[in-house]
C-alpha cells in the first residue's frame, strides 16, 4: 500500500471547529451582502447615480462596501425592512378583507354560475352539483353568507 491513509485523527478537533467558524461566518457575510444589495434597490431616497455607486463599490469592493455602507446607512437599513414589512402586511390584510367582502356580497346568479363551471371541470358530481344547486336556491349556501365554512366544503369538498 502505497497511497496515505488520512484517518480522522489527522484533523484535530480545534481545526474541526475553526473550519466550521469560519464556514459559517463566510455564510454569515454572503447573507449580509445580499441584503446590502437589496437595501441599495429599495431605498427611495437615494438617486440612480448614488445606487449605481453604491452597488460598484460592494461589487468591486465587497468587503470594504459592504463594512462602510453598513457604517453609513445601516441605522436606516432596518427602518426601510421594517417598513417595507409592515407595508406588505398591510397589503396582505387589505387584499383579505376584499375577498372576504367580494365572497359576502356574491349572490345566487353568480354561485349558480361558479358551481356550474366545477361541475364542467370534473371537480364535483352530478349529484353533489344538485346538492349545492338546492343550497343555493333555498337561502343556505355560502351565496347568503349563512354557510359555515369555504364555498367548497358547502359543495361536498
Given at each position: 500500500m502505497?497511497?496515505?491513509?488520512?484517518?480522522?485523527?489527522d484533523y484535530p478537533m480545534l481545526s474541526v471547529f475553526w473550519s466550521m467558524l469560519l464556514f459559517f461566518l463566510w455564510i454569515m457575510w454572503f447573507v449580509?451582502?445580499?441584503?446590502?444589495?437589496?437595501?441599495?434597490?429599495?431605498?427611495?431616497?437615494?438617486?440612480g447615480w448614488a445606487k449605481a455607486g453604491w452597488l460598484v463599490?460592494?461589487?468591486?469592493?465587497?468587503?470594504?462596501?459592504?463594512?462602510?455602507?453598513?457604517?453609513?446607512?445601516?441605522k436606516?437599513?432596518?427602518?426601510?425592512?421594517?417598513?417595507?414589512?409592515?407595508?406588505?402586511?398591510?397589503?396582505?390584510?387589505?387584499r383579505i378583507r376584499e375577498a372576504v367582502a367580494d365572497e359576502g356580497q356574491r349572490s345566487s346568479v353568480e354561485e349558480l354560475a361558479r358551481l356550474s363551471e366545477i361541475r364542467a371541470?370534473?371537480?364535483?358530481?352530478?349529484?353533489?352539483?344538485?346538492?349545492?344547486?338546492?343550497?343555493?336556491?333555498?337561502?343556505?349556501?355560502?351565496?347568503?353568507g349563512s354557510g359555515s365554512g369555504t364555498t367548497s366544503s358547502a359543495y361536498g369538498r
Open positions: 502505497s497511497a496515505q491513509t488520512y484517518l480522522a485523527y449580509l451582502f445580499f441584503r446590502v444589495v437589496v437595501d441599495i434597490f429599495r431605498d427611495e431616497d437615494m438617486n463599490f460592494t461589487l468591486v469592493l465587497p468587503f470594504l462596501g459592504v463594512l462602510v455602507y453598513v457604517i453609513a446607512r445601516g436606516n437599513m432596518g427602518r426601510r425592512e421594517i417598513a417595507q414589512a409592515r407595508a406588505q402586511q398591510a397589503a396582505f390584510d387589505a371541470r370534473g371537480d364535483i358530481t352530478d349529484e353533489e352539483f344538485s346538492k349545492a344547486k338546492e343550497l343555493v336556491l333555498t337561502g343556505h349556501g355560502p351565496a347568503n
